[in-house]
């Protein structure tokens, strides 16, 4: 299958500080990239879908301003945590989806390996 | 919001044994996956089944469909270690965003 990398793995930071996670289709043109958000043994909560060149559309109780989405080309979108805070430490997960070909569905979407972030 | 809700939420199994998991939604659907996850890790994308499918089949694995019901199934084989995991159903309701289940957590021991 495509593959999709995240970067940084992991980050520790400080709280009150920005972190930025970057999300990578490395094989493929991702028309659409997701965020989501995974707390410990529960599942993935979709934050926001980014669409290349267009605001991104931020799911019900995502703070927009807080969870900056830039999806800049078809094959990279960022995620900004701004002044992050303990409460944002989370597993973020993005994911990429390549054009839809009329005819065979909605198609597929390729996970990243997520990023584990860590606010102190 | 969650759609899927994921049953049993914990599953202990001895190596060679099957593992069934099920998984029930609420709202039509496009079509039903399901994913593992392994510990701290992204998710790996196993099998889709489409709305209009009533079971498909991937190597050990076995998924069924029944939208009358709004449940589906996943069914794996002959089970290894390696299949210890989390196994997610996600729910593609409108043709562009995955609703994801609560999860089932497998261990298969040795």
């Known amino acids: 299958g495509a593959v999709v990398s995240q970067h940084p793995s992991r980050v520790i930071c400080k709280s009150g500080t920005s972190v930025k996670i970057e999300c990578r289709s490395l094989?493929?043109?991702?028309?659409?990239m997701f965020w989501y958000r995974q707390f410990p043994k529960k599942s993935l909560m979709l934050m926001a879908t980014?669409?290349?060149?267009?605001?991104?559309?931020?799911e019900q109780g995502v703070e927009k301003d807080k969870f900056l989405i830039n999806h800049a080309s078809l094959t990279l979108s960022t995620l900004t945590v701004t002044s992050a805070h303990p409460e944002d430490s989370s597993f973020y997960i993005c994911s990429a989806r390549g054009r839809r070909v009329r005819g065979t569905g909605s198609p597929e979407q390729f996970f990243g390996p997520g990023t584990r972030l860590t606010v102190l | 919001s969650q759609q899927g809700e994921e049953d049993p939420q914990a599953l202990s199994i001895q190596e060679g044994e099957n593992a069934t998991m099920n998984c029930s939604y609420k709202t039509s659907i496009n079509n039903l996956q399901w994913y593992r996850q392994n510990s701290g890790r992204g998710l790996v994308h196993l099998i889709l089944?489409?709305?209009?499918?009533r079971e498909k089949h991937s190597g050990r694995l076995r998924v069924t469909l029944d939208t009358s019901k709004k449940s589906s199934s996943l069914l794996i084989t002959a089970s290894r270690a390696a299949d210890t995991a989390s196994y997610f159903c996600?729910?593609?309701?409108?043709?562009?965003?995955?609703?994801f289940g609560a999860g089932t957590t497998v261990t298969v021991r040795a």
């Open positions: 089944i489409r709305s209009n499918e």
């Open positions: 996600a729910t593609d309701v409108n043709d562009y965003k995955l609703s």
């Open positions: 980014s669409n290349e060149g267009s605001k991104a559309t931020y």
């Open positions: 094989d493929f043109q991702a028309t659409t």
